[in-house]
């Protein structure tokens, strides 16, 4: 040291950083195998690599660091509603539509869904803003099915590979995305609340008139209060009309420039200021005229938009399991190299219970998550289906809801570094509460799961021949499952009250099932101790004594 250096910078920990985040995971690498997603296993490897390099990483900061601007007017004075990003968002998007995270299982493949899980699942550590226009697009394609004409036209640009962000009519671009618009100011999760209208352009003589896109077209009058994604190349959205014997919400799907190359009249009102999730756009519009096609049936508008839902929510399953990992690895690589009190964090006894609580909570995510996309690899299955319908809700309503704690707590692990912005916790942590908020909040999932049972005993029997897989070794575990399975066959009369409950049982026998027969059994008999045993709790590092949570730690991060 020179006479005047004020000190020397010393037990600081370098960024978690140019490491591969698939081969790092062997709990991700595990379930791809055995979900059936094990064609993809070279490729996530390249994916992990490159997701992994600083760079990429950089390209999070600089994405949220300086987020969208709106342009409503170009320097003439004509109306253009423009949105403009940093380079580095263009180059996610790019990233994750070049490796088809948007679009691949609608292009078939054995397990598609399962690899692009876990391509989403990889692509969580990295950014979250650019997961919603992707999670959007890849949801749209079931819902636009029901559009035979529209997606003659417009499926070939949605599953291209090619990310084409120029502002032109969808004919003289590579690639499309597609957002979607329900939420209305008065009412978001009742959406029968929707006060935008669609009437029908009908001739001279009063028949209904068909445009270029093919489908009935109507004339939109209205707004939304939340629309993501404002620079789509089209939006889903819902709207009332009123077809004889057909009155209600009906799907429209409204092209940002119409067939004659005029923009549609799609109003960007102005762009959300978030809590996180910056690097995304979310805009509130106004609709004045617009045109939209009507999907499906009139009169069908929540099934219809539903179709998507259920992908939507499965994305925001995965997202969370995602953004957890990211925030477990940071923590756990920083407390390997930084010291206190002589040792190293990782080897503090209550640090390793706290680190350990938090790698059980991460890897249980991921086996659901990856379990979960299997039931959508085999949806024509129809156990796997009722599967599905069951486990969609009750995970969106678990996994999104351990997400802000666990972000917080692994913020903690970094100390007062980890709060500031210089550390990605602080953005991975303002990432994980819109997970539980949009596509259908907590309450709404867990009121969800009760239709589900009340309505369908068959996703009962699913949910019990899943649990069965387990078989009966783990006596905890046994007891567990028959009471829950009890519970939830009076559901018949649901009760509302106690839902939460109920959804938050489901995931965690789903959870401790899938641990016991998968992971390493110091893995499971921790889950089960610390999850089955006795409720979570509020915080983490609430592991009972005797669980190796050196073993766990290990498995947590391969470095
Ligand atoms: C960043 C961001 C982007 C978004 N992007 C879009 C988008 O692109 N398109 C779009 O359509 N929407 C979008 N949304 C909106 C989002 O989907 C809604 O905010 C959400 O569905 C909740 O609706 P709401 O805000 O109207 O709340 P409300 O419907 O008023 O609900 C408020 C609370 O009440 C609870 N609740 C509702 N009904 C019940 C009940 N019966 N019993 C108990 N509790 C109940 C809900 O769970 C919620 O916690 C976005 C939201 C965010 C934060």
Not at 163 to 180: C, F, N, T, W
Not at 282 to 308: C, D, H, N
Not at 410 to 428: C, H, T
Request: glycine residues 10%; negative net charge; proline residues 5%.
């Amino acid at each position: 040291m020179q006479p005047f250096d004020t000190h020397e910078v010393r037990n600081t920990v370098a960024p978690f950083e140019n490491i591969n985040l698939y081969t790092a995971d062997p709990a991700l690498q595990e379930a791809l195998l055995r979900e059936g997603g094990g064609e993809a296993a070279a490729s996530l490897e390249s994916l992990g690599a490159e997701l992994g390099k600083a760079e990429t990483l950089d390209l999070a900061r600089l994405a949220n660091l300086y987020s969208p601007t709106l342009h409503n007017y170009d320097r003439e004075g004509h109306r253009i509603d423009e949105v403009e990003f940093h380079p580095a968002w263009h180059r996610l998007m790019a990233l994750l539509i070049g490796h088809g995270t948007h679009a691949s299982p609608w292009q078939g493949g054995a397990g598609a869904q399962v690899a692009r899980a876990a391509r989403y699942l990889l692509f969580g550590q990295v950014e979250n803003g650019s997961q919603c226009p992707v999670t959007m697009t890849y949801a749209s394609v079931p819902a636009l099915k029901q559009a035979p004409r529209i997606a003659l036209k417009w499926l070939p640009k949605i599953l291209s590979n090619q990310y084409d962000p120029r502002s032109l009519p969808v004919e003289q671009k590579h690639g499309a995305i597609i957002g979607m618009g329900m939420t209305e100011k008065q009412g978001g999760s009742d959406v029968r609340a929707n006060t935008t209208r669609a009437e029908p352009l009908l001739s001279a003589e009063g028949r209904a008139l068909f445009g270029d896109e093919g489908e009935e077209v109507f004339r939109i009058v209205g707004h939304k209060w939340f629309f993501s994604a404002p620079q789509s190349d089209a939006h889903l959205i819902l709207a009332q009309t009123d077809g004889e014997g057909s009155a209600g919400l009906s799907c429209f799907f409204l092209p940002r420039y119409l067939p004659n190359g005029e923009r549609n009249a799609i109003r960007v009102q102005r762009l959300k200021d978030k809590l996180g999730n910056r690097s995304n756009a979310s805009s509130e519009v106004e609709f004045t005229g617009a045109y939209g096609w009507l999907i499906g049936k009139q009169g069908r508008g929540i099934p219809t938009i539903l179709e998507m839902g259920s992908h939507t929510r499965l994305d925001c399953v995965l997202g969370s399991a995602g953004t957890m990992r990211a925030a477990l690895t940071h923590a756990l690589h920083h407390a390997r190299r930084r010291v206190a009190f002589g040792r190293p964090l990782v080897e503090q006894p209550l640090m390793q219970n706290v680190l350990a609580d938090l790698a059980l909570e991460s890897e249980a995510a991921t086996a659901f998550a990856m379990r979960l996309a299997r039931c959508f690899d085999q949806s024509s299955d129809p156990a796997q289906a009722m599967l599905a319908r069951l486990l969609t809700p009750a995970g969106k309503y678990w996994i999104c809801k351990r997400g802000p704690g666990f972000g917080a707590e692994a913020m903690e692990v970094i100390g007062g570094s980890g709060y500031v912005e210089d550390s990605p916790l602080a953005r991975l942590y303002r990432e994980l509460p819109v997970n539980s908020i949009w596509e259908g909040s907590g309450n709404v999932m867990c009121l969800d799961l009760l239709r589900a049972l009340s309505k369908s005993p068959e996703a009962r029997e699913a949910l019990a021949a899943e649990l069965a897989e387990a078989g009966n070794s783990d006596t905890f575990f046994v007891a567990y499952r028959s009471t829950l399975l009890a519970d939830l066959a009076q559901q018949q009369t649901p009760d509302e009250f106690g839902a939460r409950v109920r959804a938050e049982r489901v995931v965690l026998a789903v959870q401790a099932a899938l641990l016991l027969r998968h992971a390493p059994e110091y893995v499971s008999s921790a889950f089960v101790a610390s999850r089955l045993k006795r409720e979570p709790g509020g915080a983490y590092g609430r592991l009972p004594s005797g669980v190796d949570c050196e073993a766990i730690l290990a498995r947590a991060l391969v470095e």
